[in-house]
Structure formats: C-alpha cells, structure tokens
C-alpha cells in the first residue's frame, strides 16, 4: 500500500506568520507531484505540479520545492493572511494515471 | 474554472436504493475520476476513466461501478446504497498534456 503522508496535521498561525508543511511520498515509481489549496465548502484547486527532482515552484506568496530522492516536498507561505486559512493537500502521481493523495495540512491564519 | 459540472448537487436516500451521479466536461479531457472525501481519509479514487468505454479500479471501488459511452460524461452507480457510502463525492478531470487535475463542485451523499 503507497502511503503519503502530510505534517502538520493542522495549523494555527497569526496574521504576517510564515509557515510551511511537508509532503512524504514513496521515492519511487515517481511520476509528479501535485499541490492543491481546498476551501471549506469549496473544491480542490491545483496550485502546482512538480516533475523534476529540485523543482521549486512560486505563486505569489506560495512556493514548494521538491526532493524526489528522498521522496518529500515542502509548502511554503510567506507572511500567511486569513484567506490562506484552508486545507492544502498533496498527491503522489506515480507513473500511471492515478494520484494518491495526502489527508492534508489544514490552516488556520488569525488576524 | 474547468467546465466541470456534477449531479445532483445534494442526494438522500435509503439503504438498499440505487443511486446513479453524474459527472459532465465541456473541456474535452481524456481522464476522468470520481473519489469519495471523508473525515481522516482525505480524497481516495473510486473508479477512473482514461477514455470512453475504458475504465479502471482505484482503491475503494467495492460497492460501486462506472460507466463512460462518450467523453464529456462519466456516470457513478451505486447498485445497492450503504450508510458506509455516505460522503461527499468529487468528480475530477485531467488531460496528459497539463497532469494537473480539475475538480468538479462535489456531490454530498447521505444513505439513511
């Protein structure tokens, strides 16, 4: 069975904080990974996919790295704000067409 | 946001019933996936299609089955509803070319 796994399971922050979580995966039969931002009620939006071992990818104040030979990722968010308050998932994309997902970091940021 | 549409939004019904949901694309993309989201689960794949017609297993498929004539429309049929089935159902796209996959607004299921 292919675990990945997701720390913290949750997340306080105050408002301007900065913050990060990791993803573990398996290293292998890797494919990509994926991060998705998931808003309560709302649902999964992709922020980024990552291929290549070193990968490092921005979105505003959002990035994330990868070590696909380790097998783990980390998600970054600089100076965190309320409406980053959400569950931010990641999934392991093995070499089929299947992903695996993580049961998610979820934040909460406090004004 | 991806043309991604499900049906029905919200759904009771008993133990025992049949339930059939419904997930359409105008996006014209070859993959199309249904998982189940659950407290302490996150999202888990039920069943996928890679084409019409071409379906395959994840990893909670027992109690459900798929069906996909054309490729805007990807059917999920519970044969006979469970209480266990209960949970919010998620319809997903994805297309080889962008590997990122695009969800649909959710089914949320409750079998009484």
């Known amino acids: ?111 | 946001d991806a043309g991604i549409t499900q049906s029905p939004r919200h759904k009771v019904t008993e133990t025992g019933t049949p339930v059939t949901l419904r997930c359409h694309q105008t996006e014209n993309h070859r993959y199309m996936y249904w998982y189940r989201q659950d407290p302490g689960h996150g999202l888990r794949l039920i069943h996928y299609s890679y084409g019409v017609k071409d379906t395959d297993k994840g990893e909670v498929s027992d109690g459900y089955s798929v069906s996909r004539s054309k490729t805007e429309d990807f059917l999920l049929t519970l044969e006979s509803a469970t209480s266990s089935q209960t949970s919010v159902y998620f319809c997903a796209i994805s297309d080889p070319g962008t590997i990122l996959q695009f969800f649909g607004p959710g089914t949320r299921l409750t079998v009484l």
């Open chain 1, 1 to 111: 069975i292919l675990n990945v796994e997701q720390s913290p399971q949750s997340l306080h922050v105050q408002e301007g904080d900065s913050t990060n979580f990791t993803c573990s995966f398996p290293s292998s039969n890797f494919y990509a990974l994926h991060w998705y931002r998931w808003e309560t009620a709302k649902s999964p939006e992709a922020l980024f996919v990552m291929t290549l071992n070193g990968d490092e990818k921005k979105k505003g104040r959002i990035s994330a790295t990868l070590n696909t030979k380790e097998g783990y990722s980390y998600l970054y968010i600089k100076g965190s704000q309320p409406e980053d308050s959400a569950t931010y998932l990641c999934a392991f994309h093995m070499n089929t067409d299947k992903l695996i997902f993580g049961t998610g970091t979820r934040l909460q940021v406090f004004p």
